[in-house]
Every structure is written in structure tokens, then in C-alpha cells.
């Protein structure tokens, strides 16, 4: 192995020549140089979607473009090549990696500077092709990868994983898989991309929290939720008189559930008996079991909501956290069976 040269050390006048560099690599083709007209936005492709009523001015000063356009300009530029694929059809080139810096360079052939400080146009632009194998969704999948230069606002990353989910049919998990983060955060992100249009602006300005705006909503559709399913009086009153009976933290195992279910004479005339392949006759306290389960699997069902919203909550947003005190909330108020 050979002695990694202690920095610093000089590379002008030391730069490795042509023969040296076919002995040390592979040439590659799958870079050209391109006319920057040859290149085009795709329509919708992108995490970052212009909002309507948004002027393309006021786009580009939300996306810094005029700032990255003078960086670009005084470093002779941009520093990495843009990277895509050219589409047969118009013969134009599509950036999967790329899209702010060609609005930069349309920002400098807008504002007079066509030229370089080193004299090289600033139309000319280098641009990397994707492997032939590539898919749109692999393409999807790289734009939410590539993101480092200008992050991505919150409401931007929601909207990019519901894409993924609608556009390509992955489900949550496979998101995360892909993105190298949580289940838990793209079901948050995704649910948000539900809350009203006012509500997700104020979470990308930074005045609203996406974990509180998101608790809300749950407790909001829990109590929509027990007005539209609300238990007649009758069943109500039989409600309460059962809870004295069983307990509402024990598994299914744990009820003491009597059932009047009684063996009667079968539709087709069979005997009572025991051996009788008769129907049974179902009494009344079987059909009111039926219906107290429903209201036990709503009353969990709401109290999840309410410890998920308050584990949000006690650990500011920070789902992972969130999960595991939920987990710790649960095991402690219910004792739940996996059938």
C-alpha cells in the first residue's frame, strides 16, 4: 500500500499527465458538453414545486438563485456537472441532479454575463448522463438524495414522500427503506400533507410545529369520530353496566362474557339435540357483546390517539422517541393479544 502524502502539498506545476492518468483509471463516456438551451425542467419531477400564485421572480429568490448564479459566475462555473438523461423525443436534456443551477445559468444569460471571467460561455455546460438502467423511480429516489445544497423545506419533504407513495405505489416503510429514515416519519410527513393549505405555509415558516399541528388533527377526527358512532341510550346504559363486570385492560381471554346462545331447532327441521346439525338460536346478550367489543375497540382506539399526541408532545416532536414512550404507555394500561 502506498504512503498517504501528508497535506498540505503542492498540486500546481504536480498535476499528473495524460499517460499517467490511462495507466491509473478508466476513461468513462457518459460525459457531455452541452448547449444550455438543450436543457429543460421536468414539469413536476422535482421536491420543489412552485406554489400557485408564485411569480417566477419571486421562485427564484425563494430558491437563492440569483446568489448561487454570482457564485457560479465567479468560480468560472458551476462545480459539479449537472446530472439527467436526454429524452428521444424533443432531444432535450432532463436533470435529475441539477435543476438550480440551470436556473442560475438562465439567471446569468439573463442578466448580461454570458462570459466567464476566463473567457469560456457560460451557455457551454458539462452534464453527466444516468446509467441506461435507470428508472424514473430511481431517478425520484436521487432527487431526494441530492438535496444537500438548499434543503428541503419540511412541507417539501412531505409532499416528495406522498409522490413516491401515490406516483409509485411504495408504501411507507419501503419510503423509509430508501430514504435511510424512519416508518414513523414518513407517516407523520404524509399526514401532514392533509392539513389545510394555511396550516402546512405556517409550518414551512417555521410559526407552527409539525408534530402539534398533526396532534391536533387526531384529536380533532377522534371527536368527530365518537359524534358520528355516539351509542343509543339503551346501549349506552348496557355499556355501563358491563364495565362493572369486565375489566377493560385484559386481553379477550380475560372477559367473563356470558352468552346466552342457546341450541334450537335448525331451519331445515333438525332436532335440539346435541347431535343435531340444527341452527342455533342467538340470544340477546351475544348481540350486545358484539356491540360492547366495538365500543372497547373505539375507547383504545381513542386512547392511542391521546397517548400518541402526548408522547409527541412530552418528546417535542421527535418521533423515534415518540414511539418508544407510546410503546411504554401502552404495555402499562393494556394488555393486548396478537391472535
Given amino acids: ?32 458538453r452541452i448547449s444550455l438551451s438543450m436543457i429543460r425542467i421536468r414539469p413536476g419531477f422535482n421536491a420543489r414545486i412552485k406554489p400557485e400564485g408564485v411569480t417566477d421572480e419571486l421562485w427564484d429568490q425563494i430558491l437563492m438563485i440569483p446568489d448561487l448564479a454570482d457564485a457560479i459566475f465567479a468560480n468560472n462555473g458551476p462545480a459539479d456537472p449537472l446530472i439527467g438523461d436526454f429524452y428521444s423525443v424533443d432531444q432535450c436534456f432532463y436533470p435529475t441532479d441539477g435543476e438550480r443551477r440551470t ?117 380533532k377526527k377522534a371527536d368527530e369520530d365518537d359524534e358520528l358512532h355516539e351509542m343509543t341510550p339503551s346501549e349506552e346504559a348496557h355499556a355501563r353496566k358491563k364495565e362493572k363486570e369486565y375489566s377493560l385492560t385484559g386481553d379477550e381471554d380475560d372477559f367473563i362474557n356470558q352468552d346466552n346462545t342457546v341450541k334450537g331447532v335448525s331451519s331445515m327441521g333438525g332436532p335440539k339435540e346435541d347431535t343435531s346439525s340444527g341452527a342455533h338460536v342467538v340470544g340477546k346478550d351475544a348481540i350486545y357483546r358484539d356491540k360492547e367489543d366495538t365500543a372497547k375497540w373505539k375507547q383504545f382506539i381513542n386512547r392511542y390517539r391521546v397517548l400518541d399526541d402526548e408522547c409527541l408532545n412530552i418528546t417535542e416532536g421527535d418521533v423515534d422517541k415518540a414511539q418508544i414512550k407510546l410503546i411504554e404507555r401502552l404495555k402499562s394500561e393494556f394488555v393486548i393479544q396478537v391472535k
Fill in 1 to 32: 500500500m502506498k504512503n498517504q502524502l501528508t497535506l498540505p502539498f503542492q498540486l500546481e506545476g504536480n498535476v499528473a499527465n495524460r499517460e499517467t492518468i490511462r495507466n491509473l483509471s478508466t476513461a468513462v463516456s457518459n460525459m457531455y
Fill in 103 to 219: 436556473r442560475a445559468l438562465r439567471h446569468l444569460i439573463a442578466t448580461g454575463r454570458d462570459i466567464y471571467p476566463n473567457g469560456e460561455p457560460v451557455d457551454s455546460v458539462v452534464v453527466i448522463l444516468n446509467p441506461k438502467t435507470t428508472t424514473d423511480l430511481d431517478r425520484k429516489i436521487k432527487i431526494g438524495t441530492t438535496q444537500g445544497k438548499l434543503a428541503l423545506t419540511t412541507m417539501q419533504w412531505a409532499h416528495y414522500y406522498l409522490s413516491l407513495k401515490t406516483d409509485f405505489g411504495l408504501t411507507n416503510q419501503e419510503i423509509g427503506d430508501k430514504l435511510h429514515i424512519s416508518r414513523a416519519k414518513v407517516d407523520q410527513y404524509i399526514l401532514a400533507t392533509k392539513l389545510p393549505k394555511d396550516v402546512q405555509d405556517d409550518i414551512d415558516a417555521g410559526t407552527k410545529n409539525i408534530s402539534t399541528e398533526i396532534a391536533a388533527r387526531r384529536k
